[in-house]
């Protein structure tokens, strides 16, 4: 059977059914189109506009011999795949380990060509802006799609951030911490979400800085005013005023990020800890970031200042930074060389309150009380061994 496929290789070309593989001089037919063809298999010549394919037709496929059309897609796309590997790698700068993250996130689209002319753009586009290359490495490892996005869509959200006043390192630190900002929608989330919380925090400049120090309020539900209404009125429910409440948003702006579930969650927490509404406004007015530990370690930290250490709850709200510290690390250790020192002069009275010695900065108690070598062995004794008695060595 001769075949003149003259006609036919236009319409199999602009046919959304139409796959051809032509790497390495071949053409692969869909069976769909080639199975009608019930005459014997005979060969013929193909022309295009690129080669010369010689194909072999019949009533079950069209392929040459040489190659399947699943090795050939196989072989397209690990070539594919190595272009990727090298362009971020050469040209973006990530490391080894970072890759496979990158490829499990990154969605590439079909043309290579297109994607790394648009990678290359964002690319030059934070240079520009002064990202260091290892801010750009971190950037791209947090976010690999942002590598996909168009500059120009890039560029309004980037001076929306500017016109708060987030500039150089400020910006640069915003986005290396969280980059996924500029994947949201400029009119739909960024714009109203920032005009409301501007209105909450009193002004851009006191948004401003609460973006430095959480920059995830930016990602926040999208039901931003229903989201920020309802902790506002949680807290209110405990007797917390709104200036009250400002304030503690500037402190701790991350308690935004919280949902409605866990805030009330840790709000019950703390009533079960023993501290009555009053003692818990206080506490929050002084340490808000506590609504940010977990359940487990508030309680556990609770019941050591509580039954081991002597501290009536009262007591505790007046020092709630004791709730952030590990017991492990430190106020376990620190209590027992405390009781050991107690013991060792009797005689007179220690110039420090216990209360004073978990406060201390690490230098501060250094220099004051691991002055020597037998208090400074024995207080890393404790570190390593908590469970080893206060009255010990």
């Known amino acids: 059977m001769t075949c003149d496929f003259g006609s036919m290789i236009f319409s199999l070309e602009s046919s959304s059914h139409f796959r051809a593989c032509k790497h390495g001089g071949t053409l692969v037919l869909p069976k769909c189109i080639v199975s009608p063809l019930r005459s014997r298999p005979s060969a013929c010549l193909i022309s295009s ?14 392929t040459l011999p040489a190659q399947s059309y699943p090795q050939q897609e196989e072989k397209s796309r690990q070539l594919f795949n190595d272009d990727i590997t090298e362009f971020l790698l050469k040209e973006c700068g990530v490391s080894d380990r970072q890759l496979p993250t ?6 590439v689209p079909l043309s290579l060509r297109k994607f790394l002319h648009t990678a290359r753009q964002v690319l030059q586009f934070f240079r520009d802006l002064g990202f260091t290359p290892h801010q750009v490495r971190t950037v791209i490892g947090k976010y690999p799609n942002l590598l ?9 959200k980037i001076d929306l951030l500017t016109t708060l ?13 969280m980059p996924r900002i500029l ?17 909450l925090f009193g002004s851009e400049a006191h948004l401003s800085q609460a973006i430095k120090r959480a920059p995830d309020i930016l990602l926040i539900d999208s039901n931003v ?8 009125k949680q807290m209110k429910s405990i007797g917390l005023l709104e200036d009250e409440i400002k304030d503690m948003l500037k402190k701790a702006p991350r ?15 703390m009533t079960n800890l023993g501290l009555s509404d009053e003692q818990i406004k206080q506490v929050l007015k002084k340490f808000p970031w506590i609504l940010t530990l977990s359940v487990d370690k508030l309680q556990k930290d609770m019941d050591f200042l509580t039954h081991t250490a002597g501290f009536a709850p009262n007591k505790v709200c007046i020092y709630p930074l004791f709730l952030a510290f590990s017991v492990e690390k430190r106020l376990k250790p620190r209590f027992m060389l405390y009781k050991y020192l107690t013991v060792e002069q009797s005689s007179k009275r220690l110039p420090i309150s ?7 900065g690490d230098e501060e108690f250094s220099r004051r009380f691991l002055n020597n070598l037998q208090t400074l062995e024995l207080y890393e004794s404790y570190i390593s061994e908590p469970s080893k008695t206060a009255l010990s060595g």
């Open 49 to 62: 506009k690129h080669s010369l394919f010689s194909v072999s037709i019949s009533s079950h496929h069209a």
């Open 183 to 199: 994947g949201s929608s400029l009119e739909e989330n960024l714009n109203p979400k920032i005009r409301l919380l501007a209105n």
């Open 225 to 232: 005013t229903g989201n920020v209404a309802m902790k506002v």
């Open 102 to 107: 990158i490829n499990r996130k990154i969605k």
């Open 354 to 360: 216990l209360a004073t010695m978990l406060s201390l």
């Open 165 to 177: 006043g987030l500039t150089g390192e400020d910006l640069a630190m915003v986005i290396t911490r």
């Open 148 to 156: 996909t996005l168009k500059v120009d869509g890039l560029k309004p």
């Open 255 to 269: 308690l935004l990020c919280l949902t409605t579930e866990t805030l009330d969650k840790k709000l019950n927490n």
